[in-house]
């Protein structure tokens, strides 16, 4: 268990000059946050970072839901390194690749019996779409408002923000609003009802009703950690068959036991035609993937010989380090570990509704935590949120802002007390009168 300490101003002198040095050739266009910070950090260990200047910082961001078992997991270690002594590279046959295969068996109902791995989240989607366009020989997705699936081509039209900007956008498809039950045009009592017969709709009437597959984030991460109504899953999957369309859940967040259970389609008994998974499932190493039935794999071209594969796709190394994950995610029941530690932060947190001027909401599932900020009625502006960001940064906690949200995925590891700990910050940040005055 490692609290935070700091015992200088972050970033400090060595983060700072490190930080110049990196500007020196390093394009533009950097996560927001690590040009706001602007700190160095030297290694972690669980849910602890350390910076060059001998500041402990507690991490609630975990690489945006990627640290899973925390950082620099002795099993995980031993593994990578392993495996980096014997073979890294090539898309034979591995040892690791079938343990890799068998343990997500063991966490997979039945039917979803065929894998297929990559290294980035946006090429498992992108994978994900062809797939469903294969096998349903149909050719427009459905997306939601507010859902975040990359930033390649075939996943921007799907990713609200990423359009703006870079011209015309790939066509091929549709968005509906997700069933958020602060923001949705439908809030309200019958928020499900309404978004599932506005998406069939929209499909009659706005589209060439030839949809191929409905993608849905079980909550939404970069939209704000936002949680739709139970239920709305096992919806939206009905909805997407009722179209002819596959049933796709991108659970490159909310998987690996982040929510509670090894995937959050789990809690709406609502299992996909098609998985995406990552993020969690390497622990810092770029492993994706795309799991799906024994029927739909087989579709043509994407099932034929070399007709998914990839570079560095389920390579000896990437399957390694994902098989040590899984091992370590289960033998230390880090799915319970999320719910207790989770529900503990929910119940201490959503109290900040009541404390604070800022904050209008607080959802979570698991240790997926989402802050909903305001300031007299209206979302924080960016200088704002990078004024409470670094206000938080510089006690020693580390959180992701996104909207107008603070979003809370911290390693899965989480003890009690680390918990604890980051509340007290976010609590003195959130509530203390020095925001209320600087913001
Ligand atoms: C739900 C979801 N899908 C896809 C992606 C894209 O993953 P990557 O950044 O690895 O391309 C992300 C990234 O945050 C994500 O949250």
């Known amino acids: 268990m490692s609290l935070p300490v700091v015992v200088s101003p ?17 394009a533009p266009g950097l996560q927001s946050v690590t040009q706001w910070a602007r700190v160095c950090f030297s290694h972690g260990e669980g849910a602890a970072l350390y910076d060059l200047d001998g500041n402990t910082i507690l991490d609630f961001m975990a690489g945006i839901g990627v640290a899973s078992i925390g950082h620099a997991h002795p099993t995980w270690q031993a593994a990578v390194a392993t495996q980096a ?24 109902p039945p ?22 366009r294969c096998a349903t020989q149909k050719s427009m997705v459905l997306g939601f408002w507010g859902g975040y699936h990359g930033k390649t081509d075939g996943t921007r039209p799907l990713s609200e923000g990423e359009q703006v900007g870079y011209g015309l956008p790939t066509p091929g498809v549709v968005s509906v609003p997700y069933a958020d039950p602060r923001y949705s045009p439908f809030a309200g009592p019958d928020l499900v009802e309404r978004t599932i017969d506005f998406m069939r709709e929209h499909v009659l009437h706005g589209t060439n009703r030839d949809i191929a597959a409905v993608i849905v984030e079980p909550v939404q991460g970069r939209g704000g950690n936002v949680v739709p109504p139970p239920g709305f899953l096992h919806a939206v999957k009905e909805a997407a068959h009722e179209l002819g369309a596959l049933f796709i859940c991108d659970e490159m967040i909310t998987g690996f036991y982040r929510t509670g259970p090894a995937f959050a389609f789990m809690h ?4 996909p035609d098609i998985l995406i998974m990552g993020k969690g499932f390497g622990n810092g190493f770029p492993v994706s993937g795309v799991v799906t039935t024994e029927e739909i794999s087989r579709a043509e071209p994407w099932g034929k010989p070399s007709g998914n594969s990839s570079s560095y796709g389920g390579n000896a190394l990437a399957c390694a380090a994902g098989a040590a994950t899984i091992e370590v995610l289960r033998e230390e029941q880090l799915g319970a570990n999320a719910v207790e ?27 997926l935590i989402g802050i909903e900020l305001n300031r007299e009625g209206r979302p924080l502006t960016r200088e704002e949120l990078k004024e409470i ?13 996104s909207g107008s949200s603070l979003r809370i995925n911290p390693p899965l590891v989480l003890s009690n007390e680390e918990a604890d700990a980051g509340c007290e910050i976010l609590e003195e940040v959130l509530v203390g009168v020095r925001v209320g005055a600087e913001v």
Request: a positive charge; zero cysteines; proline letters at 4%.
């Open 10 to 26: 972050i970033p400090g002198p060595r983060s700072l000059a490190m930080y110049e040095r990196e500007q020196e050739s390093i």
């Open 85 to 108: 002594g014997k073979l890294a590279a090539g898309g034979f046959t591995s040892e690791s690749r079938v343990r890799l295969l068998e343990s997500l068996r063991g966490l997979l």
């Open 111 to 132: 039917e979803l019996s065929r894998m297929q791995f990559y290294s980035g989240g946006a090429e498992a989607v992108e994978a994900a779409l062809r797939l469903a």
């Open 268 to 271: 709406d008994d609502a299992t």
């Open 341 to 367: 530690v989770g529900g503990r932060m929910l119940r201490r947190l959503r109290q900040l509704v009541e404390r604070s001027p800022l904050v209008a909401d607080v959802r979570g599932k698991g240790l």
């Open 389 to 401: 960001f670094l206000q938080l940064l510089s006690r020693g906690l580390l959180v992701m802002p």
